[in-house]
């Protein structure tokens, strides 16, 4: 059990979190272990308006014309599953994915899958990026050949070329399946006060746990002329990254990245940022503070 130090590990800090689904919940835990949240939610799911690719896909998993399915994120297999029995029922979707190869991403889609009773030929294990799946596929070529072989991919909300092309490179034929995407909360109020924070210094750690809140972040940062005021204030903060796909999206945007939990999990980012806060800060900090005296 953690004491009661441990929990109060920010200390007063300032925190921002850029969660939309779960915001209540992270601004409780950031509440718990000591924190000062802001939350400006920095995203919002949008169903495509239309849905053709995956509707055709649907078809062709009813005629048997794929091999193997890719699912990446658990809301994208539920969104496709409901896209599907527009035209297809339940059972026949179900029925159909039972019958070929399914490699999972992550826990999410893997609870979905059994939730349905779904057979997982393989899962990519953690940190759950791309990296992975093809790691995993290539350590059981037997098992899931790729050569020649018809192969969707169940997108989540921006296209990973990586992940596409690394299967088309080991001779599989790809099919991407957009689902939905992600755009900009209808009230970006909270972002750009949250933009405004941090160009002002009032912030002390920031949280990312998905790419797209970077790019939104810099997005309306851009749209409000403070991209390089962001740049010159985040190196005197804290900037914690959820996993690996969100760090190396952050490192594109030349962020650095202070700190990555030991598991790509909401709760472990809280409570192992907030546990290394004081210390990560203090190094941050001191060659500009000593500067100024």
């Known amino acids: 059990m953690e004491d009661t130090n441990s929990r109060r590990g920010f200390d007063g800090l300032r925190v921002l979190t850029l969660e939309s689904r779960r915001a209540p919940e992270m601004a409780k835990l950031i509440t718990s272990y000591g924190g000062k949240p802001m939350v400006a939610p920095a995203m919002r799911e949008i169903p495509l308006e239309s849905n053709t690719a995956a509707l055709e896909f649907g078809r062709k998993l009813l005629e048997g014309r794929f091999d193997a399915v890719i699912f990446l994120t658990g809301v994208g297999t539920r969104a496709l599953s409901r896209v599907v029995e527009t035209i297809y029922s339940h059972d026949e979707f179900l029925g159909a994915l039972r019958k070929i ?3 999972a991403r992550g ?4 609870a979905v899958l059994k939730e349905w009773e779904v057979p997982i030929t393989l899962a990519a294990p953690e940190p759950n990026t791309w990296h992975e799946i093809l ?3 290539d350590e059981n070529t037997q098992a899931v050949p790729l050569q ?3 192969v969707a991919v169940q997108e989540y909300g921006v296209s990973n070329p990586d992940l596409l092309s690394g299967l088309a490179e080991r001779g599989a034929q790809v099919t991407s399946v957009p689902v939905y995407e992600w755009g900009l909360p209808e ?3 909270p972002l750009r006060a949250a933009v405004e924070a ?3 210094r009032e912030i002390d750690v920031i949280l990312f746990t998905t790419a797209m809140q970077v790019n939104h972040l810099m997005q309306i940062a851009a749209e409000m002329n403070e991209e390089e005021a962001l740049r010159l204030a985040l190196p005197r903060m804290l900037v914690a990254s ?3 796909t969100t760090s190396e999206r952050l490192r594109e945007y030349e962020i650095p990245v202070d700190i990555e939990p030991s598991h790509p999990k909401m709760g472990y ?3 192992e940022t907030a546990q290394q806060s004081a210390a990560i800060l203090r190094r941050k900090r001191a060659p500009a503070d000593e500067s100024r005296s």
């Open 135 to 137: 790691r995993v596929l």
């Open 198 to 200: 941090i160009a002002n």
């Open 242 to 244: 959820v996993g690996p």
């Open 187 to 189: 009230d970006i109020g």
């Open 101 to 103: 190869h399914i490699i």
């Open 269 to 271: 980012l809280v409570s």
């Open 148 to 150: 020649g072989r018809r």
């Open 107 to 110: 826990p999410k889609p893997m």
